[in-house]
């Protein structure tokens, strides 16, 4: 049986690398796509780790050759999924994991229209500036870019079927392990809950995103 193929989006500094670790070390059967890009190693990363690092002309050659799944711009640089390795680890019927931004993730939604896409987030605006200054990987004025950006992407977290708060990593792990396996279904009010926080009614998911936008606004005039 082919795997599945399953996009986890985020805000940068929403914690989600952090999320795919957890939940590969707790399940077996899945396989990380290593997105390539053009931007430069943070300190602390490894070339085929994090990321495949490469040359702006190498990536573009590759786009050529239809080597990508999909691919996008962000903050000035090229994120994108190599195909084969996608490709060959589904044949084998292991789950494939894309960490990868909202542009790619609406590329692979027309491609791979079963995919399963689910974007993590802080619960709050101020925890993902939080997190974002207190990694301490960049400066005040990148970090404060990536808020921008943000601010911008949460009008696409509609357009995910899952949206799943990271509050704590084994209760997020276990979330988006429960949506990939089709073992998630809605709690009721009062039913027992497992792992974290997961909204999937569309009203709900919009409110969130106006929500999280606003208040980033807000933090971005001060």
């Not at 994120?79 to 590329?107: H, S």
């Not at 605006?125 to 921008?148: D, I, P, V, W």
Request: aromatic share 8%; net charge negative; proline share 5%.
């Amino acid at each position: 049986m082919e795997g599945k193929l399953v996009v986890i989006s985020g805000f940068s500094g929403a914690g989600k690398g952090t999320v795919i670790r957890r939940l590969m070390e707790q399940n077996k059967g899945y396989a990380l796509s290593v997105s390539m890009t053009t931007r430069q190693p943070r300190k602390g990363e490894t070339d085929g780790v994090e990321y495949h690092f490469v040359k702006n002309e190498v990536f573009e050659e590759l786009i050529r050759q239809d080597g990508f799944l999909e691919h996008a711009g962000y903050v000035d640089h090229y994120y994108g999924t190599p195909r084969a390795f996608v490709e060959e680890n589904m044949a084998a019927g292991r789950n494939v994991l894309l960490e990868i931004e909202v542009q790619g993730a609406m590329q692979i939604r027309e491609k791979y229209p079963d995919a399963i896409l689910a974007f993590v987030t802080p619960p709050t605006a101020q925890e993902l500036k939080n997190r974002l200054f207190g990694r301490k990987t960049e400066s005040e004025e990148k970090a404060m870019g990536r808020l921008r950006r943000a601010a911008e992407e949460a009008f696409s977290i509609p357009e995910y079927p899952y949206l799943i708060i990271n509050e704590d990593v084994d209760a997020c792990a276990q979330s988006l392990q429960s949506v990939i396996s089709g073992a998630w279904t809605p709690q009721e009010p009062d039913g027992p809950h497992i792992g974290g926080e997961i909204i999937t009614d569309p009203a709900e998911k919009e409110a969130f995103a106006r929500t999280f936008s606003a208040r980033l606004e807000e933090i971005l005039s001060q």
